[in-house]
């Protein structure tokens, strides 16, 4: 026998026995065998009015094209278009189209499944629940763990709101420590380079100088007067930013020097992935601690409204859940992102208010030099004082009849509305965000840290986008000139230099006439 009929032989016997690479080659024929054939008589009349040929066995169309041609079908457009769609027609006809769904799927190829590398929470139960819900089927046991532990988890926060703004940016440098764990270890898994050295090393200096830099940063602008007092700090704080770029330099030479022949692509890639764990983690966490500083209340309402959407939408769509919402979740449901959206706006309103009522949580954080620690007294501001509006016209309208033409409220509630109908409409992106990462490398949850809800990963992954979102908000719209913060930056000029802004105030403001000429 020739060669030739050997190797036809040999493919034939792999065939037989069940070949996995023959038997998707003989699916991939069998999809476009069935495309070529005409569904409706319209492609069968598109087919004989432009001769169009079918496509050949493994012919990947072009995907722009193929796009184009859609959307034209759909929508009939302006007039000019209509010649673009008579000249693209003719060769996406059913015979020669391959559907989105048929194309090779490079996730695919991949062949990444982590779910047995990475720790699993949503059905992790502990024993002695696992005991007590035996009678119960899946579905409501994980419904009982969920609760559970999400009331856990409320009582906890609300123990740690009371501890303060210390126990807060404590809690927060926690929470971010575990996500950057969670995230990391997933390149970890997915790169397989547990072997290469100095990595995991040099991950968690990259972290500890990224907070050096953020922390250091926030430590400047509020505690900047007590800190210049001792002679070591103050050269910290007087070089902040550039010993962070330093350290920043030492990692840099660091991963330079510990690359390894043939294993360049996975160590770039694992220093990439470092670097866009330190922006989504690290980053937020600065600026939730900024949002403390402004007053708890801007900290506690979005967390709490993210909370509160999580719940409602989990309710509603447990109970009423019919019309899938996103293809990344499918889980998610129409009914629990419309219920959960109407619940977080009524709880935002009447949480805020609420809060408004109280200093502790409206005034900003300030060191009070006097009392050698953090203080939270003051004045309230004009957003927590009431003030009285005039209705819309089409309101005032209605309820004139019944003699009300003004309202008394709070000004924050309005900035409550804000960012309740942001965590609601734009909040839960975040989940769908860390759903599709988590698709990607085929794993449910980030860790099982939390028994019913995956890892902590899993809880902030909306609260990160929120806390930005605060963040800008309050840049944009509400954050004036601090008088606290003017006077640090005054007290850490040299004496002759606040001396020289002492002559200049003073003679502006008697020029101004706000203070009288000696």
């Known amino acids: 026998m020739t060669s030739t009929e050997n190797q036809d032989m040999s493919e034939v016997r792999q065939r037989k026995i069940g070949d996995p690479k023959a038997e998707s080659e003989q699916e991939t024929e069998n999809k476009i065998a069935n495309a070529s054939q005409p569904e409706t008589e319209s492609d069968q009349n598109s087919l004989t009015n432009h001769r169009t040929r079918p496509a050949k066995p493994g012919t990947r169309m072009s995907r722009p094209l193929l796009h184009v041609y859609h959307n034209i079908r759909r929508l009939k457009g302006p007039r ?28 695919e190829k991949a062949h990444t499944d982590l779910s047995s590398k990475i720790n699993q929470g949503t059905n992790k139960v502990p024993s002695l629940l696992n005991r007590a819900l035996q009678g119960f089927s899946e579905r409501w046991k994980n419904w009982i763990i969920r609760g559970i532990f999400t009331c856990i988890m409320i009582i906890f926060f609300v123990v740690i709101v009371i501890g303060g703004p210390l126990a807060l940016m404590v809690t927060t440098l926690m929470v971010q420590v575990k996500c950057f764990e969670e995230i990391i270890n997933i390149g970890y898994a997915v790169y397989k380079i547990h072997g290469l050295p100095w990595f995991r090393s040099l991950s968690w200096y990259f972290l500890i100088c990224s907070n050096y830099f953020f922390y250091g940063e926030s430590l400047v602008d509020y505690f900047g007067v007590v800190i210049n007092r001792t002679d070591y700090l103050r050269v910290l ?20 020097l510990s690359l390894v022949n043939k294993y360049y692509m996975k ?26 500083f402004e007053g708890l209340i801007w900290f506690i309402v979005p967390v709490s409204m993210i909370i509160c959407n999580d719940v409602w939408a989990y309710v509603f769509g447990f109970f009423f859940g019919r019309t899938p919402l996103i293809k990344l979740s499918p889980k998610k449901t129409w009914e629990g992102f419309i219920g959960g959206g109407f619940a977080t706006v009524i709880f935002g309103l009447l949480f805020s208010y609420v809060l408004c009522q109280y200093k502790y949580f409206v005034c900003p954080i300030e060191y009070s030099e006097r009392l050698g620690r953090m203080s939270i007294d003051c004045e309230p501001s004009h957003l927590f004082r009431p003030h ?3 209705l819309p016209l089409f309101l005032g309208s209605f309820l004139s009849v019944f003699g009300v033409k003004t309202i008394t409220m709070y000004p924050f509630l309005l900035h409550s509305l804000s960012m309740s109908v942001f965590s609601s409409v734009i909040g839960p992106f975040g989940g769908f965000f860390a759903s599709g990462f988590k698709r990607a490398f085929k794993i449910k949850d980030f860790g099982d840290v939390i028994p019913g809800h995956g890892g902590i990963m899993d809880r902030f992954d909306c609260q990160f986008l929120m806390a930005t979102f605060v963040n800008v908000y309050i840049s944009s719209f509400i954050r004036t000139a601090s008088p606290q913060k003017l006077l ?18 003073k003679e502006a403001l008697e020029n101004r006439g706000i203070i009288s000429s000696d």
């Open 237 to 256: 704080v007087t070089y902040h930013r550039f010993i962070s770029f330093c350290l920043y330099i030492v990692g840099f030479v660091w991963f330079v």
């Open 388 to 390: 009285e509006y005039s």
């Open 80 to 107: 000019f278009l209509y010649p673009l769609k008579k000249v693209v027609a003719p060769y996406y006809t059913r015979a020669s189209r391959i559907w989105k769904d048929d194309l090779d799927s490079e996730d």
């Open 267 to 292: 160590q770039f890639s694992l220093f990439a992935w470092t670097h866009v764990a330190l922006l989504i983690v690290v980053t937020q966490s600065y600026l939730i601690i900024q949002n403390i």
């Open 488 to 505: 640090q930056q005054v007290m850490n000029l040299k004496p002759e230099q606040q001396l020289q802004l002492y002559y200049a105030l």
